[in-house]
């Protein structure tokens, strides 16, 4: 029996004329009673699906009709119920933020590539780092820091130049960006269900922001905690042979 599928798409061109044609070959189910979710774009657009499924427990299998698609599988019109069947699964827990700005108010997001903060003026930023409550750095001068999940590891991280991280790895990536002081510092592994907190030291001054997937901005913070949500979980379905881990292994490889 072919499975109930919800099509979605960015509002790029070719996303939005690729899920045209989806929809005309294989019908769409209403959200409520699909079985699986098919996003069209890019990486930016299935981080957004991921973000809106709503708490629905549906796997997402991503078609690249973007530029990257690390995230996604290649494009094809031509039997999807079959790949969808084929597909393997990958499970994510996402991090989340509790940022508190100098007003006193507190925002808090999901990430499920990188929680990261950056400077927001021309000096740079000075942070405290805690993890699990005891003080790992009293002073890290720098362009900003994240902490990375493995999904995201190849993303800001490996821009930054953090590690790629094992799709199953139970650790965190803990990078900075451009750091000052300590001067050699290259960075931490920190266990998956560690909490990470960091405290903006000379806030006035050197004002700093926060971003989840860099969206969810919030300027002038004095503390962001980060932590990943273990109860929370989403389904990535990709092609075999093709899935996040052999995608991981082959970046470090090029």
Same mark, same amino acid.
Not at 76 to 91: F, N, T, V
């Given at each position: ?83 969808? &069947? @084929? ?7 996402? #991090? ?6 100098? =007003?006193? /108010? *507190? +925002? &808090? @997001? ?7 903060? #950056? ?6 930023? =000075?942070? /405290? *780092? +805690? ?124």
């Amino acid at each position: 029996m072919q499975q109930k599928i919800r099509f979605t798409a960015s509002k790029a061109r070719p996303a939005q004329e690729a899920l045209a044609r989806l929809i005309a070959r294989y019908g769409q189910s209403d959200s409520r009673r699909a079985a699986v979710v098919v996003a069209l774009g890019g990486d930016g657009f299935m981080l957004q699906t991921l973000r809106e499924k709503s708490g629905r427990d549906l796997p997402v299998y991503g078609m690249n009709c973007g530029t990257i698609g690390f995230l996604m599988n290649a494009y094809s019109d031509d039997d999807l119920p079959g790949r969808l &069947a @084929a597909a393997e699964e990958a499970i994510l827990n996402p #991090l989340s933020m509790r940022a508190e700005n100098v =007003r006193g /108010r *507190v +925002t &808090a @997001a999901l990430a499920v590539n990188e929680v990261s903060l #950056l400077r927001q003026g021309p000096q740079a930023a =000075r942070l /405290r *780092v +805690t993890v699990d409550g005891r003080e790992r750095l009293p002073e890290l001068v720098c362009d900003g820091a994240l902490v990375a999940t493995p999904a995201g590891s190849t993303a800001y991280n490996y821009s930054a130049h953090g590690p790629i991280l094992p799709i199953g790895a139970d650790v965190l990536a803990l990078t900075a960006m451009s750091a000052f002081r300590p001067r050699r510092w290259r960075g931490a592994l920190i266990p998956k269900l560690a909490e990470v907190r960091f405290d903006v030291l000379d806030p006035d001054k050197r004002p700093v922001m926060a971003d989840a997937d860099s969206r969810n901005s919030v300027r002038d913070v004095i503390s962001v905690v980060v932590r990943s949500e273990a109860a929370i979980s989403h389904r990535l379905l990709f092609d075999p042979g093709h899935g996040l881990e052999e995608r991981l292994i082959r970046e470090q490889f090029v």
